[in-house]
C-alpha cells in the first residue's frame, strides 16, 4: 500500500482502488514491454519493406507462409489462421494480392470446398526481393540487440508460449 501522502497526489484525494493496482501489475508491465517490442520492430521491418520493395504492410507474411510451407499450397482458411485474420479480411487481402499477380488460388484436390492459395512466378520474385530486405532488418532490430544465449532463450521462451496456444486450440 502506497502512504497515504502519496496515494493523495497520485489519486488526486481519491483511495487506490483494486483496478489501481492492477494498473501497475508487473504482469501488465511485462505484457507492454513485450508488444511495445514487438511493434516497435514490426514498424521498423515494415518501412523498410514499403521503402525498398512497395510491399503493402501484412503482404510478406502470407508470401511467407505460403513460401515455407511444404508443396508451396495453402489452403486459404488455414493461411487466413496463419495470418490472423478473420476469413472475410483474408479473403479482402488475398484479392488484392491476386490482382498484384502475387498469389493464386486454385480448387484443391482432393477437397472440393477449398481453394489453395500458391505463390505466382512474379510472387516467389516479390518474395526473394523481400527477404533480402527482410532478413538484414530482423539481424539489426532484433538479433544484434542480443547474444547467444538471450536468442536462444527468447526461442524457447516464444516456443513454450505458442505451444501452449496450440494445446489451448485443441
Known amino acids: 500500500m502506497l502512504p497515504r501522502s502519496l496515494s493523495r497526489k ?11 493496482d492492477l494498473l501497475h501489475d508487473d504482469r501488465v508491465t511485462l505484457w507492454g514491454l513485450f508488444f511495445e517490442a514487438y511493434q516497435g520492430i514490426q514498424r521498423r521491418l515494415d518501412r523498410e519493406l514499403r ?3 512497395s510491399l503493402p504492410d501484412g503482404w510478406l507474411e502470407v508470401l511467407l507462409r505460403i513460401g ?15 495470418v490472423l485474420f478473420s476469413s472475410g479480411g483474408f479473403t479482402k487481402l488475398a484479392d488484392r494480392m491476386e490482382r498484384a499477380g502475387l498469389i493464386h488460388r486454385a480448387p484443391c484436390p482432393t477437397d472440393r470446398r477449398s481453394l489453395l492459395a500458391t ?6 520474385r516479390v ?6 530486405v527482410h532478413v538484414p532488418g530482423i539481424q539489426r532490430h532484433v538479433v544484434d540487440r542480443l547474444d547467444a544465449a538471450q536468442r536462444e532463450q527468447l ?12 494445446a489451448e486450440s485443441a
Do not use: H, K, Y
Not at 497520485?10 to 489501481?20: H, I, K, T, Y
Not at 526461442?155 to 496450440?166: K, P
Open 10 to 20: 497520485m489519486f488526486r484525494g481519491r483511495m487506490p482502488s483494486m483496478a489501481d
Open 51 to 53: 521503402a525498398e520493395v
Open 68 to 82: 515455407r510451407t511444404p508443396g508451396q499450397a495453402v489452403p486459404m482458411t488455414q493461411l487466413a489462421e496463419m
Open 119 to 124: 505463390l505466382t512466378p512474379e510472387g516467389e
Open 127 to 132: 518474395l526473394d526481393r523481400a527477404l533480402a
Open 155 to 166: 526461442e524457447q521462451i516464444l516456443r513454450i508460449l505458442r505451444a501452449g496456444l496450440s
